[in-house]
């Protein structure tokens, strides 16, 4: 992506790069869209992990897997998100924002169906690593849309309540997981 014309270094861009228009207000209804949805976005990556690790004697079970097999179903997830998220970032200053955010939503959802009818463990290893590269397109690209759509006096206050709720995400994710997996799994109360 080349920098506009008559912009100068460090001034605002519209958060895909398209061209110049007025930057949102924090309080608008689209302000609130916009955060509203970077928040789910970039909270998918780190709920996911959350969930699977909860999951993980369920999925032991079912895929007759020892503890091998389900660390790397942890690992090969974080292994991809945590080398990529930094190349990930420069893909969405060169290609725009907007554009890496969508393929990282894309690419984590087509990746979690494949998890989802993964036959075996190696089947589910690979996908969850694609997880992870879709999960790496989508966080910075989402703190970087938020930066480049707000006005300056607003920005804080977005970048704010993104980190706030997303960690938040984070926080509620085992309760959530632990409610929904326990019963889908067939486990009672212990």
């Given at each position: 992506?080349?920098?506009?014309?008559g912009?100068?270094?460090?001034e605002?861009?519209p958060?895909?790069?398209?061209?110049?228009?007025?930057?949102?207000?924090?309080?608008?209804?689209q302000?609130?869209?916009?955060v509203a949805?970077?928040?789910?976005?970039s909270?998918?990556?780190g709920?996911?992990?959350?969930?699977?690790?909860?999951?993980?004697?369920?999925?032991?079970?079912?895929?007759?897997?020892?503890f091998?097999?389900?660390q790397?179903t942890?690992?090969?997830?974080?292994?991809?998100l945590?080398?990529?998220?930094l190349v990930?970032?420069?893909l969405?200053?060169?290609?725009?924002r907007?554009?890496?955010?969508?393929?990282?939503?894309?690419?984590?959802?087509?990746?979690?169906?494949?998890?989802?009818?993964a036959p075996?463990i190696?089947?589910?290893?690979?996908a969850?690593a694609?997880?992870?590269i879709?999960?790496?397109?989508?966080?910075?690209?989402?703190l970087?849309?938020?930066?480049?759509?707000f006005?300056?006096?607003?920005?804080?206050?977005?970048?704010?309540?993104?980190?706030?709720?997303?960690?938040?995400s984070?926080?509620?994710?085992?309760?959530?997981?632990?409610g929904c997996?326990k019963?889908?799994a067939?486990g009672?109360?212990s």
């Open positions: 992506m080349t920098p506009d014309a912009a100068q270094p460090g605002p861009r958060a895909d790069g398209s061209g110049p228009r007025e930057l949102l207000r924090y309080r608008s209804a302000g609130r869209w916009v949805a970077m928040i789910l976005g909270s998918v990556a709920i996911d992990s959350t969930v699977v690790v909860i999951a993980l004697p369920a999925i032991g079970r079912n895929l007759h897997v020892g091998g097999g389900l790397w942890v690992t090969s997830y974080t292994l991809t945590a080398s990529l998220i990930a970032g420069s969405s200053d060169r290609w725009g907007r554009r890496v955010f969508l393929a990282g939503l894309g690419w984590f959802t087509v990746a979690s169906v494949l998890c989802s009818a075996g190696g089947w589910l290893i690979a969850r694609v997880q992870g879709g999960g790496a397109l989508m966080t910075p690209a989402s970087a849309i938020i930066e480049a759509a006005q300056p006096a607003d920005r804080t206050h977005a970048i704010g309540t993104w980190a706030g709720f997303s960690d938040v984070a926080a509620i994710a085992p309760l959530w997981a632990g997996w019963p889908a067939g009672g109360s």
